[in-house]
């Protein structure tokens, strides 16, 4: 699965690096502040993508001394550092576009920034495809963002597009605008990629979530009331943690049989392969041994 992660990690770094530096150079030699932003764009995308790369790497290592649980959150920090070099960028481009629209000298693109912004519109989403598919199979958190970001960049090439052929129709304040545009955009995406991560790393949860694993447990045979119920993501796993009531007077080998039952229900029905259970004697006969 990690393998596939890092394929998606190197798909989008080669497409953002040829993107990055087509874009700059065609948008600088045709005046076209939209298209430069939108490959200063893909220029935090190559730094994502890297970023998600170290990360993976790191992932795999095994556990040791230091890391009893491994190194699986390696992934989210990288990613979270990397939107924070999103979001200076972004400010960057928000900075150019209005020093151009308020103070500087507007002159229409020339037509072929257009026709590059629109063909990469295209790669782009093609892109996006392929990297939906890999997270789904990988069930990376980290090339989900990715993806995200591929759709987004898609989106953005567009709205480049629609502002370098405004500006040749006789509105040349269209070429700046879309470029303040796909700097907003930056920043939307690293604020959505920097709060994910940020709420992994300090065990955030969804509480639906939560709530379906509530009643999968409840259903299976021989627990008597879940007491407890935690999670958390340890890098693209989910780890469970929870308090389960059974009848108090079963034997521990037919306790431990529940918990396996459990786990089982778990993997067949959420695939959540780590489930710590804490099994307590149903409490309404606790009295009776006392």
């Known amino acids: ?62 556990r040791d001394n230091d890391h009893p649980y491994g190194h699986s959150r390696a992934e989210t920090v990288s990613t979270l550092i990397a939107s924070i070099v999103m979001a200076i960028i972004g400010l960057q481009v928000l900075v150019d576009a209005a020093y151009v629209t308020f103070w500087g000298h507007r002159v229409a693109p020339n037509g072929f920034a257009g026709i590059i912004a629109i063909l990469a519109a295209g790669f782009m989403f093609l892109i996006y495809l392929i990297n939906s598919h890999l997270a789904k199979k990988s069930k990376s958190h980290a090339i989900h963002a990715i993806a995200k970001d591929n759709l987004s960049d898609a989106i953005v090439s567009l709205g480049a597009a629609i502002g370098i052929f405004g500006a040749r129709l006789g509105m040349p304040w269209l070429d700046p605008l879309a470029a303040a545009v796909v700097g907003l955009i930056i920043l939307k ?102």
């Open 189 to 290: 995406t690293a604020w959505e990629i920097f709060a994910e991560m940020s709420h992994h790393l300090t065990d955030g949860f969804e509480e639906t979530k939560l709530a379906a694993y509530r009643i999968t447990m409840e259903q299976t045979e021989g627990v008597q009331t879940v007491v407890d119920l935690k999670g958390r993501m340890q890098g693209d796993q989910v780890i469970v943690d929870v308090v389960i009531e059974v009848n108090a007077q079963l034997s521990v080998q037919e306790s431990h049989q529940i918990t396996d039952r459990l786990e089982l229900e778990m993997q067949r029905v959420h695939q959540v392969n780590t489930t710590h259970i804490h099994v307590e004697p149903d409490s309404s006969h606790c009295s009776t041994y006392r």
């Open 1 to 62: 699965m990690k393998s596939q992660a890092e394929a998606g990690a190197w798909l989008s770094i080669l497409a953002y690096v040829l993107l990055s530096i087509l874009k700059v150079w065609v948008g600088t030699s045709t005046n076209s502040q939209a298209l430069t932003a939108d490959g200063l764009n893909n220029t935090t995308d190559v730094i994502t993508s890297i970023g998600v790369l170290i990360g993976l790497r790191i992932a795999k290592k095994p």
